[in-house]
């Protein structure tokens, strides 16, 4: 046993699960904490400009690291700022530990200063939330935590700390690795569950694999190519998680759901059987009903929670396993019952689909428009861009484009908002995710009204030297809410339109690098050196205020 401030046993405890930055605003309710970190250089504390540019950041460390992140706010307000944050890492399954400071144990229950049921607050939003109510328990707590945020479908988890309980406290406790307190190894699937599958799956013309984010957790997006390639599967990914597979696998047709490509939706309508590998079919996958997916598909559904499985689509077979170890024993199945690769004419139907995307958006570089339409700069975008490129993209219209148009090899380089669809989003996604990896060219894509909600974090990454490039499309509005005013309601527009500053010499006033481009020969080259200038960057491209495309929705109308 060792015995340490409760301060430090808390970095102790985050430490042993590798985390090496702490995001937040300095609060009294934690100075404990922080002071531990005054003679421990292996955690920096990443002092934000407002919360939830903090619950962003360690979001997308999380998503790009796998490890778990951390938070560490005050009470009241600190903490309701994070909500949004930790809101995304919920739909992203993303391991953030965010703990708030709290007024003293004896001031609870009595509408005291900064006193909020937080608890309450965040448990719709996180996998567990709890307060801590003694020294003694922060150990036993944090592991519980900590178990929680990294076992089956991870996510993320609050502690609501009172100020009394780390005030001066001594803790007597193990400083145990996290394997003695939660497993290290994802459960494997049911081997007759396997044998049902490879049945299904061997009598289907048309098999057809969605990959979502369940595969990039497991880190199984090579596994997903393997069988791919093994049995001529073609390949779609689920909304949001383009990444989840290698682009460039001859079989992969292109990402399904809202904003998707229209190819990957008709090989979907196509198929007869889906294999379906850490996909929930959630909203903007599938929108619950026949658009993509077809009645009568047979559905095999990997998933390493229980609560998707079946849940939007009757499955044939429905396999509770991490995505990685069902993927081998499928693979390994597929062997043993010597299953053919899939016929000619369905992977033709593939690579047909497959080179009509590409062939549909090389088209997009003779869109010749000034100001310049989304679509062209994703067109300059794509060649500009290194395969090993981050790109986290913001909600709204001209970000949007982006989920059919750009390319991704390696894993854990797409960050979306996914169901939350929340603004604010990208840049300080993007600067977690360049601290998770800092050799790593860093791209956010915002729209302007987006990227102004948390801009205030470019502060934070000149301070820090978080050198990730943001790219803002202005169109002067809130575009994508314009587009149902302009397609549904006449044009009749109200809250829609916006004023702006140039946004690259916004960046110049905080000491980052700024560009502004107007032209689309310009875009490769910008973007090549704000990548390259050693500072963070944010660069304006004035786009078409008139571009917008018809809103895919479920219950108006369909796209
Ligand atoms: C936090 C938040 N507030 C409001 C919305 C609703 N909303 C979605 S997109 C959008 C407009 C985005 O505008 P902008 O960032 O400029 O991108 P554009 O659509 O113009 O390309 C709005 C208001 C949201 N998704 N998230
Ligand atoms: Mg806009």
Redesign the pocket.
Known sequence: MTELSAGRAVVELLKLEQVRHIFGIVGSTFLDVLDALYDDKSVEYVNVRHEQGAAFMADGLARVSGAPAACLVTAGPGATNLV?GIAAAHVAHSPVVAIAGGPPLGHYDKDAFQEYDLVALFAPVTKLALRIDSPKRIPEIFRLALRTAMTGRKGPVFLDIPRDVLNDQVVDMELAEPGTYRPLHAPPPSPEAIEEAVSVLRTAQRPLMLVGGGVTWAGAGGLASRLSADFGLPTITAYGRNDAIANDDPLYVGPLGRAGSPEAAAACRRADALLVVGSRLGNFTSFYDDRYIQAGTRIVQIDIDARDLGRHYPVAVAIQADAGHALAALREGFRRAGVKPTSDAWRGEAVELRAKRRARLDAERGLATLPLK?QRVYAELRPALPPETIVAL???????YGYDRLNFTHPRTFLT?LDL????FAFPEALGAKLARPGAPVLAI??????L?NVQELETAVRHGINAVTLV???N???????YQKHFYNERYVGAD?GNPRFDRLAELFGARGYYVEHADQVGDVVRAALACGRPAVIEIP?DPNEFPVPATSARRRA
Do not use: Q, R, V, Y
């Not at 913001?394 to 949007?400: F, I, K, N, R, T």
């Not at 669809?421 to 604010?424: M, P, Q, S």
């Not at 509005?477 to 587009?483: D, F, I, L, T, V």
């Open positions: 949004t989304p913001d909600a709204g219209a001209a970000p949007a908002p669809g929340g603004l604010g915002h729209g302007d009204g987006g990227f909600m499309m202005n169109n509005a809130w575009g994508s809410e314009k587009a916006l786009i």
